[in-house]
């Protein structure tokens, strides 16, 4: 239609469709107001979710028709015109009308776009005086309540003196201001009735500022102020509302933001909700019910009453609280009185708990102890694996020592002696001590029982000295090993000792594994690198058998091995001593050949 017409909602919005015949029953809502108003929004949620409920297949239809800004006769004439084109070839069977305005405007102009028609209306205070009712009308009243609302606020505020009732400019403002006046006139529930009107909302935001704690203002409706500027009424209280001095009551439910004390109020939803029951009683043809008042409770925001200082006992029982934050004794009586009524058996409790906790840190000490012991008897057997190539890692250079040394002695004894070579031979005689000095502490490191320390180690020394270790036993066994270090250093907080005898026990693992296989296909690969939030790992790849899958849950349990002369203990050994640093050793299933061990350390 024109501009005079602010709609949303127009298309159908229902097809609450869960059964029942084919045939939809179409209803039409003349909403008094605009669409983006808190109170239209609430009572629209109100009458779906009924339709809902009763899963009737409906046609549903809105039209906001702005009847408060928009109300000149050229305007309602417009209206019309538009309202009746529209409808004009979909029969109706229900007319829902909210608010004053949209039912004066059903009532007047009905004939004209839907001929008898039954109305059902919500969001009124009463009937039109001046319109007898017809009898296929019906509906539900809100008294929207100022009387039940100053008597509320007399019991929450039993020393306030005065009450403001505050109203803006629009026509709808206005009569909200005569009926005020009608209700209360100057004195009403032992208030002085002062009367605010005819401002900007900055002169009402000031004004309400200056009310003293000890007064009460009520706020009913601003549509728009002295100057003409438009507002919704809940945007416009709620900004007065949040300066105000005094505490700030409301007969709408829509208002209460938390800005608000408290209200006799019905919601908007539950007017909603009565309208759609009274129109689908009709079209179940239980025919019209009379007219009736909604019911009303006292509204009250938690939050204003502990900032306002409002005493708990002056609530009314029967009282609906928003934002109700209870206190800890409410929330928490049978736990603080079982909690008082068991401090002795606590006190006992405690101690029995300390005792226990000192009794498992011996246990937890002992088990760490047994651990190591075990540790060092697991790597005491690798070692004995080793000796016989370690034997000959120190025959190697001992017997070359010995040999420079007798070349040296010879040509140290001839008259023309070379004292060139005689260097040449110490240098030999030098390197093999090295040689041979090395291989004898790698042993003694594998040996050493005090291995509880931690430090900062770096995970590709550890790999390439056990590597180096373990180098001439899987040259005897024909077994390649290659290495892929990381490039950069991984610094990981751990015990060298401890962690050569993981690789080394994975190494010899993965030999044991291939065994069977022809020399040139013995490889083993190993790699470090960094993985996943920062974690350090180590991999040992082989070209075994590999681990069958039914076996895989069982790898790490002592003393369950594949090996004739094996304990079952080495895996389980490992992961216990990277487990106790943070680490873990597993498994890759996934790998297409042989066995994959991945071991994770966090970074030191």
Request: charged share 25%.
């Amino acid at each position: 239609m024109g501009a005079s017409l602010r709609r949303a909602g127009l298309a159908l919005i229902a097809a609450v469709a869960f059964g029942g015949s084919a045939f939809a029953e179409r209803i039409l809502i003349l909403y008094e107001n605009e669409s983006t108003q808190p109170a239209t929004m609430e009572i629209a949620q109100g009458i779906s979710r009924r339709l809902v409920e009763d899963k009737r297949h409906v046609e549903l239809y809105s039209e906001h028709l702005d009847l408060v800004r928009f109300g000149s006769d050229g305007d309602r004439q417009r209206l019309i015109e538009y309202v009746r084109a529209k409808y004009a070839g979909k029969p109706l069977d229900a007319l829902l009308t909210v608010g004053p305005s949209a039912l004066r405007f059903a009532l007047a102009e009905r004939d004209r776009f839907a001929p008898g028609v039954p109305i059902v209306f919500g969001a009124v205070r009463g009937f039109p005086e001046d319109v007898p009712m017809p009898p296929n009308v019906t509906g539900v009243f809100s008294r929207f309540d100022v009387k039940g609302t100053l008597e509320l606020a007399r019991r929450l505020q039993p020393d306030a003196k005065r009450a403001t009732i505050l109203t803006g400019s629009a026509p709808f403002d206005r009569s909200w201001e005569e009926t005020a006046h009608a209700l209360l006139g100057r004195q009403y529930a032992g208030f002085d009735i002062d009367y605010l009107t005819g401002l900007s909302l900055d002169g009402f935001k000031a004004k309400a500022a200056a009310l003293p704690p000890d007064s009460v203002l009520l706020i009913l409706t601003v549509f728009a102020d002295a100057g003409g500027v438009s507002y919704i009424p809940r945007d416009a209280a709620s900004g007065i509302a949040a300066t105000s001095g005094a505490p700030v009551y409301s007969v709408y439910s829509s208002y209460f933001d938390g800005t608000v004390l408290a209200g006799h109020v019905s919601t908007f939803g539950a007017i909603g909700e009565d309208m759609a029951a009274r129109a689908l009683r009709i079209f179940d043809g239980k025919g019209i019910v009379p007219p009736e008042t909604l019911k009303e409770v006292a509204l009250i925001d938690w939050r204003q009453v502990v900032s306002r200082g409002i005493a708990r006992d002056a609530i009314p029982a029967d009282a609906t609280i928003l934002n109700y934050q209870p206190t800890a004794w409410e929330q928490f009586r049978l736990p603080i009185m079982l909690g008082l009524s068991v401090i002795a058996a606590q006190a006992l409790s405690i101690a029995v708990i300390v005792f226990e906790n000192r009794r498992n840190r011996r246990l937890e000490d002992t088990v760490s102890t047994q651990r190591l012991e075990l540790a060092h008897v697991s790597r005491r057997a690798q070692v004995s694996q080793l000796s016989g190539t370690l034997a000959h890692e120190l025959t190697q250079p001992l017997t070359s020592i010995l040999a420079n040394a007798e070349a040296g002695r010879k040509i140290a004894s001839a008259d023309d002696a070379d004292l060139r070579e005689i260097g040449e031979i110490f240098d030999d005689i030098v390197a093999d001590n090295r040689r041979a000095a090395e291989v004898i502490a790698q042993l003694r490191s594998m040996m050493r029982k005090g291995e509880g320390s931690v430090e900062t180690t770096d995970l590709n020394e550890a790999v390439r000295s056990t590597v180096a270790l373990v180098g001439p036993e899987m040259l005897a066994r024909r077994t390649q090993v290659s290495v892929s270090p990381s490039p950069e250093p991984l610094p990981v907080r751990a015990n060298m000792v401890q962690l050569q005898q993981v690789v080394l026990n994975l190494i010899l693992n993965a030999s044991d594994a291939m065994a069977e296989l022809p020399p040139k296909q013995r490889k083993i690969e190993i790699t470090t690198g960094l993985g996943d939030n920062g974690m350090r790992h180590v991999t040992v790849s082989d070209a075994g058998p590999g681990i069958a899958p039914d076996q895989m849950k069982d790898v790490f349990k002592p003393f369950v091995t594949t090996k004739e002369n094996g304990l079952g203990l080495g895996l389980a050994i490992c992961r216990s001593l990277l487990e106790a640093r943070g680490g873990k050793l597993v498994f890759d299933g996934e790998v297409a050949r042989g066995a994959r061990a991945i071991v994770t350390l966090p970074p030191g």
